[in-house]
């Protein structure tokens, strides 16, 4: 019996109750994956999971034990499931960057709508190509930016749209990745490697990007960018670290070192060992141990040969006169927002200071600073990426379902912005996002 694995029954009910639930292909069974059916188990009456794919057989039993179904069928990759005719209304592509833009088209033009992770691809001229072929084949693509979902930013969302800020003159942001997270996404792991992934920028504040040209409500008409790696270096180990922290590496026992891999078998299992070794719930600690004397996340954060920054900034013009900034840091926890106004300032964040969420407008002329209500993610029973994951789940149905025109570009603004922030930080140029799309690199 999975510990931690059971069918979710989370509170609360969808708004509207269609005829019949949307049937999903789950392409890649892996965090996201399961992030999302547990979402997909407590709405029977929305969403259907139909067939699922991966080449490893324990991800695909963790996701089928979430779905709780055992009618659901099985194959090895998304490439054959894909070509098994088609077998649902929209395919849930959860794969690694990489194989997105493919596992895409191929979709698409199997006949599925999509619930596509972000990133969409791997530089901007594929993400164009896929909103291309969408609306070529009348096909909708929802993106999973999940922020948008959340209650926090829809707040932040709704007080602007009010006007109660006045006119919008510039946006303040930082996405606080935090120190353990670093190490373990971006110098460990997955995403640490530009070539083998997508840029950090791209890869982790696509997001972020997406939220500003969202608030913004204008076109992205210029992008700079500088960035470093200031910490996780060789010449920043601590003296005598080993090249993995098993070998036994002096630091791991005596507290001179944050970063000793064996806490993923302490106080950093959770949330973090689900995300990464496959079949960890049934692993005795020998076998972690064995896993991170062999594996990626056994290594020295100091050592590892990363190509991530660990801190980026990214200055945005926009077409309306707005400007904003955004600071990427792996030194802080969270997300920050400042939202300038000529009548009054909005600022909040995310995940930041030990608290969910907090939103408080101040006027610029007078009276107290307001504290703006943000509905608890937690009263749905399910808070990951603060209600994101939810809210876009549980929306799935009727974007896909809605009648009417579908906009497929409402990605494109985010990536181009990502991809340009990239571009800048790399040619040390201003790059105008919308020129991107000539270019096959960035
Ligand atoms: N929206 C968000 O906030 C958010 C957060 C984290 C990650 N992501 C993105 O989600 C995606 C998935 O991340 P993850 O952490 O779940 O990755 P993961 O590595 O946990 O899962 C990917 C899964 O795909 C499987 N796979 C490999 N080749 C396959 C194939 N040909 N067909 C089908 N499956 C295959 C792997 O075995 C693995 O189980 C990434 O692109 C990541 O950038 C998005």
Not at 32 to 41: D, H, S
Not at 151 to 179: C, H, M, N
Not at 219 to 248: I, K
Request: with cysteine; glycine share 8%; hydrophobic share 40%.
């Amino acid at each position: 019996m999975r510990s931690s694995i059971a069918t979710a029954t989370l509170p609360g009910q969808p708004k509207k109750i269609p005829a019949a639930p949307l049937r999903l292909c789950f392409v890649g069974c892996g965090s996201r994956a399961r992030a999302y059916a547990e979402v997909v188990a407590s709405r029977p009456q929305l969403l259907e999971a139909v067939a699922i794919a991966d080449p490893l057989a324990s991800q695909r039993a963790d996701v089928r034990s979430l779905l709780g179904d055992t009618g659901v069928r099985e194959f090895q990759t998304g490439e054959e499931l894909l070509a098994a005719g088609r077998l649902g209304d929209v395919a849930v592509i959860t794969t690694q960057d990489k194989f997105h833009y493919r596992q895409a088209m191929l979709a698409l033009r199997a006949g599925y709508d999509l619930l596509l992770e972000k990133p969409a691809a791997c530089t901007s001229a594929e993400v164009h190509d896929l909103v291309r072929l969408a609306n070529e084949l009348g096909r909708r693509i929802v993106l999973c930016f999940v922020l948008r979902y959340t209650p926090f930013y829809r707040a932040v969302k709704r007080v602007l749209d009010s006007g109660r800020l006045g006119k919008l003159v510039s946006i303040q942001a930082t996405e606080g990745v935090e120190p353990w997270h670093f190490g373990h996404s971006f110098v460990r792991g997955n995403w640490s490697v530009r070539e083998k992934s997508t840029p950090m920028i791209v890869q982790k504040c696509s997001h972020d990007t997406d939220i500003l040209s969202w608030l913004a409500g204008s076109e992205c008409t210029a992008v700079s960018s500088f960035a470093g790696n200031q910490w996780f270096r060789p010449e920043n180990a601590p003296a005598g670290a080993t090249a993995r922290c098993t070998d036994p590496c002096p630091h791991a026992a005596d507290s001179s070192c944050p970063f000793p891999a064996q806490r993923y078998l302490t106080d950093k299992k959770q949330p973090w060992l689900p995300q990464v070794m496959p079949g960890w719930a049934n692993a005795s600690d020998d076998e972690i141990l064995d896993w991170l004397r062999k594996g990626d996340w056994g290594r020295c954060v100091y050592t590892c040969g990363h190509d991530t920054p660990d801190h980026q900034v990214v200055s945005l013009q926009f077409a309306s006169g707005v400007t904003a900034q955004l600071l990427m840091t792996a030194f802080d926890r969270g997300r920050r927002i400042r939202i300038h106004g000529t009548e009054a300032i909005l600022q909040g964040s995310l995940h930041a200071d030990g608290e969910i969420h907090r939103l408080e407008l101040r006027l610029h002329h007078g009276g107290e600073a307001e504290q703006i209500e943000v509905e608890d993610p937690s009263a749905n029973g399910y808070a990951g990426h603060g209600g994101g994951d939810f809210g876009l789940v549980d929306s799935l149905h009727e974007l896909i379902s809605a009648p009417g025109p579908f906009d497929n570009s409402h990605f494109m603004a985010g990536h181009l912005i990502a991809f340009a922030a990239d571009a800048a930080f790399h040619t040390g140029r201003v790059i105008v996002p919308a020129e991107l799309l000539q270019s096959s690199v960035f």
